[in-house]
């Protein structure tokens, strides 16, 4: 699942990589950052073979992209893995098996959240508001 902001201001883009480089190692996520010519990319992940087989791992990934016109934003979330595991899970155990993967993308998405606080809080000190 995507969601994507655009703001009328220009991001200081160290500043709001470092925020929410922050956002995904303060949930021990494994962090990668990839620059781009106009941004940047940051990829959270939380993975190992256990995790994939009980729908545990976590998986974010944020694109920058700042130009004249302003900044833009997209959070994504891979939620496809944890639906699978939890059909399969919830056939074999008469649907309980299914509220593990469903705690565990419950709990992704509060972390798409405090990205996006962080992402608010970095464009209202530099005075963007959010257009979309």
Excluded: C, N
Excluded at 73 to 85: D, F, I, N
Aim: no cysteine; charged share 20%.
């Amino acid at each position: 699942m995507e969601s994507t902001r655009s703001y009328a201001g220009i991001a200081d883009v160290r500043q709001l990589q470092g925020a929410l480089e922050a956002v995904l190692g303060h949930h021990d996520l494994f962090v990668r950052s990839v620059p781009d010519p106009k941004g940047f990319i940051v990829r959270g992940r939380k993975e190992g073979i256990e995790r994939e087989l009980t729908g545990s791992a976590y998986s974010l990934s944020v694109t920058a992209r700042v130009s004249e016109a302003g900044t833009t934003v997209s959070v994504s979330e891979e939620l496809l893995g944890k639906a699978a595991v939890g059909l399969v899970l919830g056939i074999f155990t008469g649907g309980f098996g299914a509220l593990l993967p469903g705690w565990f993308a419950y709990q992704q998405h509060r972390i798409a959240d405090e990205l996006w606080e962080a992402v608010d809080d970095h464009m209202a000190i530099v005075g963007a508001s959010a257009t979309t």
